[in-house]
């Protein structure tokens, strides 16, 4: 027999993990922009495009990584896919006040 107690310390422990990963996510992905920016810098747009693809996957809720990757794409020409990179952030953006 499972007693409650058992059962609620497995629910907490495991809502904590989710927590830990969450957050673990988040730093990764904006480590992953921030190095976006340095390569952009240096004018390596095919690894920045890599870096933020993945910040995407982790934090797809990141508007500094939206932009970032616009940005590019916008200074490779290719307008479709910096409007939707722009319309994602801003959408994502909270309403101005």
Avoid: C, W
């Amino acid at each position: 027999m499972i007693d409650s107690e058992t059962v609620t310390l497995d629910v907490l422990k495991a809502t904590v993990s989710r927590e830990l990963l969450a957050e673990k996510a988040a730093t990764v992905s904006r480590a992953l922009s921030g190095r976006a920016s340095v390569l952009v810098l240096k004018r390596d747009f095919d690894h920045a495009l890599n870096d933020l693809d993945a910040s995407l996957k982790l934090d797809p809720r990141s508007t500094e990584a939206l932009l970032r990757r616009a940005a590019i794409y916008g200074e490779r020409g290719d307008q479709e896919r910096m409007r939707a990179d722009q319309a994602a952030a801003a959408a994502l953006a909270p309403a101005a006040k």
